[in-house]
T-cell receptor
Framework: SAVISQKPSRDICQRGTSLTIQCQVD?????MFWYRQQPGQSLTLIAT?????????ESGFVIDKFPISRPNLTFSTLTVSNMSPEDSSIYLC???????????FGQGTRLTVV | GNSVTQMEGPVTLSEEAFLTINCTYT??????LFWYVQYPGEGLQLLLK?????DKGSNKGFEATYRKETTSFHLEKGSVQVSDSAVYFC??????????????FGSGTRLQVQP
């Protein structure tokens, strides 16, 4: 299994500012994923981040708004840029490994934009 | 593309009642299937999984069987407890060259168990 530490756990941010969310895994993993969970909704994939390559974004999400870094096999960041109240959500990181069939999740970052 | 459809909630049951949450899926290949649970104020936890047809996943009294012929993975529990109150997500993923691809989630079903 993999243990994922995600921070911050929650934040309240001003409109127009940016927030960077960090995700640290206790083992080396090939793929990391970032999801958004809007209030009362299911999880939607934002992007897939592989070490050493550009992140792959899903339809409706762009790099300028959600830049992602993946500097090594245990760490990734997601930045929510130029925030608006519509960005208020829970953001979760997740991992997948070639050896596992299940995904593990961080505790999530609850973001409120005012 | 892949998709997961699960029954609308909320589902309200009395303690010790039988639970079924329906889940059906559409996938292009041979996915693995999962149920995740999200307790109030907590993160997402894997409840159970099945990786091939006819597999039964089970955990904490919950069960689900991978039915390829009906493309279903219904969650069941014989006797629910108040502590089972949570949101349940059905999900699938397919294998990729470098590992499992991202999960595709259903919309989630909120379960409320009353004493």
């Amino acid at each position: 299994s993999a243990v994922i530490s995600q921070k911050p756990s929650r934040d309240i941010c001003q409109r127009g500012t940016s927030l960077t969310i960090q995700c640290q895994v206790d083992s080396q993993v090939t793929m990391m994923f970032w999801y958004r969970q809007q209030p009362g909704q299911s999880l939607t994939l934002i992007a897939t981040a592989n070490q050493g390559s550009e992140a792959t974004y899903e339809s409706g999400f762009v790099i300028d708004k959600f830049p992602i870094s993946r500097p090594n096999l245990t760490f990734s960041t997601l930045t929510v840029s130029n925030m608006s109240p519509e960005d208020s959500s829970i953001y979760l990181c997740s991992t997948s490994s070639g050896q596992n069939t299940e995904a593990f999740f961080g505790q999530g970052t609850r973001l409120t934009v005012v | 593309g892949n998709s997961v459809t699960q029954m609308e909630g909320p589902v309200t049951l009395s303690e010790e009642a039988f639970l079924t949450i329906n889940c059906t899926y559409t996938a292009t290949g041979y996915p693995s299937l999962f149920w995740y649970v999200q307790y109030p104020g907590e993160g997402l936890q894997l409840l159970l999984k099945a990786t091939k047809a006819d597999d039964k996943g089970s955990n904490k009294g919950f069960e689900a069987t991978y039915r390829k012929e009906t493309t279903s993975f219904h969650l069941e529990k014989g006797s629910v407890q108040v502590s089972d109150s949570a949101v349940y997500f059905c999900a699938l993923s397919e294998g990729g060259r470098t590992g499992r691809r991202a999960l595709t989630f259903g919309s989630g079903t909120r379960l409320q168990v009353q004493p």
